[in-house]
């Protein structure tokens, strides 16, 4: 059992305040800090932000706990009350990401805001606390990868405490939490980069270029690690959720910018024939 990290981060009147929630918290407020700021450089104001995780916030957490336990209900056929025991663990992140943005698609249709916009706001944010938050999979000694050895993790130039921490009941294994952090780092700064050339990307396609970063490096991840949710058979829910949003936000992107450019096409053919006319 592994000693060098303690979960829990301290108690608060006897109750274990755990690394995990601490992490995970300050991987949110980052977000919407960073969302914030975005949101006034392109014209809208902080308080839509702010007044959107009021929805958002809440919505994450159910859709990412039911997400979870759909996939686990034999866990909970038998004592359904511990649905509500989400202490004990059992979130998942697509869970989350699909909560979020059905309630981000109502927001912003009852704010008046283009919906699009506003996930290109949160994107990157989203991407970095996402990346943040793998570090309370490690604080947790869970999201690992297949059994190694410790020379493989030295090889991989890590950090002593990470490597001793990947010893689990005297079995060394692969720090999927870590790849997926760092695959996540590279998503935020190769989007905020993209987002700062004019012109090259259209509206919606920062957060379109987010789901297939993310679920292109989420399907290889995924394949690895040990504590998988699985759909049918040998099928991991989360590298079919990942094949399926990486092949469907690329042909969201092929047809908007095909009907765009038609558009474009037939707005400068009728400029033309109101001059020759």
């Known amino acids: 059992m592994l000693a060098q990290v303690n ?5 608060l009147f006897g109750i274990p305040v755990y690394w995990y929630a601490i992490i995970i918290v300050s991987g949110i407020a980052l ?15 902080e308080d839509d932000v702010f007044d959107f995780m009021l ?19 034999q866990d909970y056929v038998d004592n359904p009350i511990e649905i509500f025991f989400t202490r004990n663990g059992g979130l998942a992140i697509y869970g989350g990401l699909i909560g979020g943005g059905l309630a ?21 944010s989203v991407i970095l606390a996402q990346a943040i938050g793998r570090w309370g999979n490690f604080m947790n000694h869970e999201a690992y990868g297949p059994a190694t050895t410790r020379q493989f993790l030295e090889n991989l130039h890590l950090p002593t405490f990470i490597i001793d921490n990947m010893n689990i009941n005297g079995t060394y294994y692969q720090p999927t939490f870590l790849y997926e952090s760092v695959w996540n780092v590279l998503g935020f700064i190769v989007l ?7 012109h090259f990307l259209k509206e919606g396609e920062v957060f379109l ?22 759909a049918f058979s040998n099928i991991r829910v989360s590298q079919l959720l990942s094949l ?9 992107v092929i047809v908007r910018r095909r009907n765009l450019n038609l558009k474009f096409y037939n707005r400068e053919k009728q400029k033309k024939k109101i001059t020759t006319s």
């Open 192 to 198: 905020v980069l993209l987002r700062k050339k004019p």
């Open 55 to 73: 929805w958002g916030l809440p919505a994450a957490i159910v859709g990412a706990r039911l997400y979870y336990v759909a996939f686990q209900w």
């Open 7 to 11: 979960s829990i981060a301290f108690r």
């Open 209 to 230: 270029g987010y789901i297939i970063w993310y679920s292109f490096g989420r399907f290889f991840i995924e394949g690895l690690r040990m504590d998988s949710l699985y």
């Open 244 to 252: 399926v949003m990486f092949v469907a936000a690329i042909v969201i």
């Open 31 to 45: 977000a919407v800090w960073l969302s914030s700021r975005e949101a006034v450089r392109v014209g809208l104001k």
């Open 104 to 124: 981000l698609f109502f927001f912003t249709r009852h704010r008046f805001i283009s919906t699009w916009t506003f996930l290109d706001i949160a994107a990157p």
